[in-house]
């Protein structure tokens, strides 16, 4: 399933074909040990992720 990631700066990571597991990522996130996160070949810092959506959900937002 393809995903887009988006950060507070206002930029995005499209995701192709990725195997996400949101139980392990969410476990990930809310670790406070934990400061970045690689997605998708980057490292980023947790804490500017926004949100994870898969394409399909911001296609349908875009059409309605």
């Given at each position: 399933?393809?995903?887009?990631?988006?950060?507070?700066?206002?930029?995005?990571?499209?995701?192709?074909?990725?195997?996400?597991?949101?139980?392990?990522?969410t476990?990930?996130?809310?670790?406070?040990?934990?400061?970045?996160?690689?997605?998708?070949?980057?490292i980023?810092?947790?804490?500017?992720?926004?949100?994870?959506?898969?394409?399909?959900?911001?296609?349908?937002?875009?059409?309605?």
């Amino acid at each position: 399933m393809d995903y887009q990631v988006q950060l507070n700066n206002g930029q995005s990571i499209n995701l192709t074909n990725a195997e996400f597991d949101a139980a392990a990522f969410t476990a990930i996130l809310n670790d406070q040990k934990v400061n970045f996160v690689n997605i998708g070949g980057a490292i980023i810092n947790k804490h500017i992720i926004v949100s994870v959506l898969p394409v399909t959900a911001i296609q349908s937002e875009t059409q309605a």
